[in-house]
């Protein structure tokens, strides 16, 4: 709800300006079609000023939008901008054999077997929507030690120095790939399987 209410205030402010509007990313949000984006959607890719965006999915690129071009960006980019800002490794992860975890809500259901398979490995839960404004979005195990940011440097640095993500989402998949961490998908939702899916097959990983 929270997401859906930025996109509507996007699309007001978007729907008022002259001034041409460019997408860093764009996504089509598991639609086919241009019709069945949510009404807000809608009206930021069809508004006079909207000039280009990329996306993430080849598959995007069917919803034939104007001026959307491919650029799998998270991947592309991720390990190059760590190492611009030099971002110093992190003294909680500094030991072998760490695996950190990240679920959403909807995958509780797969928290024992995560558990279970992940038994060999320290672990660690990092949420990475924990702060001021917290998305409620994110599980974690009381007993295991847990790791909050709402840094995206800081959640660079402990990804990358982390032997193994397990996550259910797509931001942490793709970040762990991207930077050499190796990358378990639980309960993925289709946008990721297919994201992980044209990566893979396009060399990019």
């Known amino acids: 709800p929270k997401i859906e209410a930025n996109v509507i205030n996007l699309s007001k402010f978007i729907n008022k300006t002259s001034l041409p509007i460019i997408g860093a990313s764009l996504g089509s949000d598991g639609v086919s079609d241009i019709q069945q984006m949510t009404p ?69 259901l797969n928290l024992p077997q995560v558990l279970w398979r992940m038994r060999k490995y320290k672990k660690y839960f990092i949420l990475a929507h924990s702060g001021e404004l917290p998305t409620g979005g994110e599980i974690a195990w009381p007993i295991l030690p847990k790791i909050t940011t709402d840094d995206i440097i800081a959640s660079l640095d402990k990804i990358a120095n982390s032997n193994l993500i397990v996550s259910s989402k797509l931001h942490p998949g793709v970040i762990a790939l991207s930077l050499g961490s190796d990358y378990c998908a639980v309960n993925p939702r289709p946008k990721t399987k297919q994201f992980l899916d044209e990566c893979l097959s396009g060399g990019l990983i």
């Not at 508004?47 to 598959?59: D, I, N, W």
């Not at 991720?78 to 054999?97: F, M, W, Y």
């Open 40 to 108: 807000a959607r809608h009206s930021i890719v069809t508004a006079p000023s909207f000039h280009k965006a990329a996306v993430r999915l080849g598959a995007d690129l069917n919803l034939k939008i104007s001026g959307l071009e491919l650029l799998p960006d998270v991947v592309l980019t991720t390990a190059h901008l760590r190492q611009r800002l030099s971002v110093a490794r992190n003294s909680i992860l500094s030991s072998e054999n760490i695996c950190l975890i990240n679920l959403s809500r909807r995958s509780l």
